[in-house]
């Protein structure tokens, strides 16, 4: 089976430095909250190019963690979309907030601008663009829009650790940048972990408050935090990974060129590459009016393809409340009945990639 991520081959590709991080640990007596995960702190911070990082448990907390820091509960309202991962939507149900749903490009896969005036209220407080599969939302008009309306804007970063927008990183435009280092992610731990990024002091020292139990420097919990703490192993693994994250950005680009060059004519809808964004292809995400048949079609073949994600938020049973009206999301809607997910990952051999070719050509030819 070939699959459509793979974190064991990453592991496999940098054991040995892995190992003696797990080892220097275990090794330590200290687990959480110690040096590795302040080392990994800077470093990342560093590698964005922004001033503080914030490790936390997940990258779910994260975004809940930054609205909470940016005063964000009960009564009020965060725009998002709904094509995304629920933990979008989770982290903003988490905090008291009720998310209100945009609809995503006609072209592509991220929050379309021109929809936020129309979902404006006097409850909004926030936005959350989600940079899906690894491509950055179109920040400058979402920047503009949450300037001019005094609103919060939180990048969810889960799925494009190391893209760029306009030369600077995603995660480092808005007022805080959520990332996750789960395992299949472009920068992935060995179990849950996540970060929140940003250049304000009072936001990150509240965010560090707010991650344990809102102590501050004496243990005295000065307002209600949570326990959400990146662990010391999960940080020295990221501190070796993130200094191959480039690296093996640039493989996951190398394979979606390939997919582009070979793929073309297969009767799909390729990956958009939007100018001045730099996509980091977390997911390689074709489009096709016969995805449930093509999905079978690679399974039957050995190829792990999914739809990522098969139900819009919106039509979800657990956002049942915060539904809007049928048809308001209907790029959303359409994109969900035509998204399929190719197996990409740094590690992936050619002759795997051959064969995923090989079989979507296959299905082309019998529905000719």
Excluded at 92 to 116: K, N, Q, Y
Excluded at 139 to 165: N, T, W
Aim: one cysteine or more; proline letters at 5%; aromatic letters at 8%.
């Amino acid at each position: 089976m070939i699959f459509c991520g793979n974190p064991g081959m990453a592991y496999r590709a940098h054991r040995a430095e892995i190992d003696e991080a797990v080892r220097r640990v275990l090794a330590s007596g200290r687990y959480v909250l110690g040096p590795e995960v302040s080392e990994f702190e800077k470093s990342f911070a560093a590698y964005l190019g922004t001033e503080h990082a914030v490790g936390v448990g997940s990258g779910t907390d994260a975004l809940f963690l930054a609205l909470r820091a940016c005063g964000i509960g009960r009564g009020d309202e965060v725009i998002t979309v709904a094509h995304t991962a629920s933990a979008t939507v989770a982290a903003i149900v988490m905090s008291g907030a009720t998310p209100v749903f945009a609809d995503i490009e006609p072209d592509g896969f991220t929050l379309d601008a021109r929809g936020l005036p129309a979902l404006l209220t006097d409850r909004t407080k926030a936005v959350v663009p989600v940079h899906l599969y690894g491509q950055p939302a179109d920040m400058a008009p979402i920047l503009a829009f949450a300037k001019e309306h005094g609103l919060r804007v939180i990048e969810d970063c889960a799925q494009s650790a190391g893209a760029d927008y306009a030369g600077r990183k995603a995660g480092t435009w808005g007022d805080i940048g959520c990332f996750s280092f789960y395992p299949t992610k472009n920068l992935g731990a060995y179990g849950d972990g996540g970060l929140a990024a940003t250049r304000d002091p009072v936001l990150a020292e509240r965010l560090r408050r707010l991650r344990q139990y809102g102590w501050d420097e004496s243990r005295v919990s000065r307002e209600a935090g949570v326990n959400s703490r990146l662990d010391e192993l999960q940080a020295a693994i990221l501190r070796v990974k993130l200094r191959f994250l480039d690296v093996d950005n640039a493989m996951r680009i190398a394979h979606a060129d390939c997919y582009e060059q070979t793929l073309a004519g297969a009767g799909l809808a390729l990956p958009a590459r939007r100018a001045g964004r730099t996509h980091v292809f977390h997911l390689y995400v074709v489009r096709s009016r016969q995805q449930q048949a093509l999905l079978a079609h690679l399974q039957a073949h050995g190829i792990q393809a999914l739809a990522h994600y098969p139900v819009p938020a919106h039509l979800q049973p657990a956002c049942r409340l915060y539904a809007p009206g049928a048809g308001t999301l209907a790029q959303t809607e359409r994109a969900a009945k035509e998204v399929v997910s190719l197996p990409i990952y740094p590690e992936l051999e050619a002759a795997q990639q051959r064969q995923v070719v090989d079989a979507v050509r296959s299905f082309k030819a019998g529905h000719d």
